[in-house]
């Protein structure tokens, strides 16, 4: 993957991200890095994303690093390969990050998608109301394997999301038999689009959800333009996005702050 590319990707996940930043009124933006601070007690809603290394990354981490001590939590950091190779990881380690592991980025040719399964007892649908905003954050938490404190915060924190934030993205809740069960979520940028959020309750998994809602996800977003879908992958789904055409591009570097 070229240097372009890459970046592209960074992008989209910006684009998620910033947005709960900005809900919480909490958002940096600054040439090729980003950080989002909110009051959700969780690594993964606190912490910023480096993609291209500029001066100033030190102070940059101080700002963050002072935020996260305010709010007496932790964060997480996600540099990209041209971050890494640029220093950043080194860098940051000195003034006090700490390694938290790799995650993979993972692409697909939309136009390559396998046959969707056929699943008459499962809804997919576009999340529009507050409440059902609320709803959306409170089951992504709890698929995720959020305490509950976290839950609740994610709950309120979801609907605040300015609609201007939100362009390009949808929000999505599966329904089985009726009762929501699951979550994803979709970004378009150019001509990629990310699935992101795509959590599903315990014990409704192993039943395809997770890999339709993606499926759904992507497909609203080739409607929209894209031509490939990325994503970041858990060690739980990074077998189903294998089946359905992922592969991994490059992993993201992880540090935890705080």
């Known amino acids: ?116 399964d056929d699943q008459p007892d499962l809804k997919i649908r576009q999340v529009e109301s507050a409440a059902d905003r609320a709803l959306w954050g409170e089951l992504a938490a709890q698929g995720t394997g959020f305490e509950e404190p976290a839950v609740r915060a994610l709950a309120a924190l979801e609907p605040r999301i300015p609609a201007e934030r939100l362009g390009g993205q949808a929000r999505l809740l599966a329904e089985y038999k009726g009762r929501a069960v699951a979550t994803g979520a979709m970004v378009v940028s150019g001509d990629l689009v990310g699935a992101y959020a795509i959590a599903t309750l315990p014990d409704f998994r192993r039943r395809g959800i997770g890999g339709a809602i993606t499926r759904h996800a992507l497909e609203l977003g080739a409607a929209g333009g894209a031509r490939t879908g990325v994503l970041q992958s858990s060690p739980m789904g990074r077998p189903v996005y294998e089946k359905m055409g992922f592969r991994e591009v490059f992993p993201y570097r992880l540090l935890q702050q705080g």
């Open 1 to 116: 993957m070229n240097q372009s590319d890459s970046r592209a990707l960074d992008a989209n996940m910006m684009n998620y991200w910033l947005g709960y930043g900005v809900a919480a009124g909490n958002a940096i933006e600054e040439p090729g890095r980003v950080a989002y601070l909110t009051p959700v007690p969780h690594p993964l809603f606190n912490g910023a994303i480096v993609s291209v290394v500029h001066d100033g990354l030190e102070n940059f981490a101080k700002v963050v690093g002072a935020a996260l001590a305010k709010a007496g939590g932790n964060g997480l950091w996600w540099l990209s390969p041209e971050a890494v190779a640029a220093g950043a990881a080194d860098r940051l380690v000195a003034v006090g990050l700490r390694e938290a592991g790799t995650v993979p980025a993972m692409t697909v040719d939309l136009g390559s998608l396998p046959p969707a």
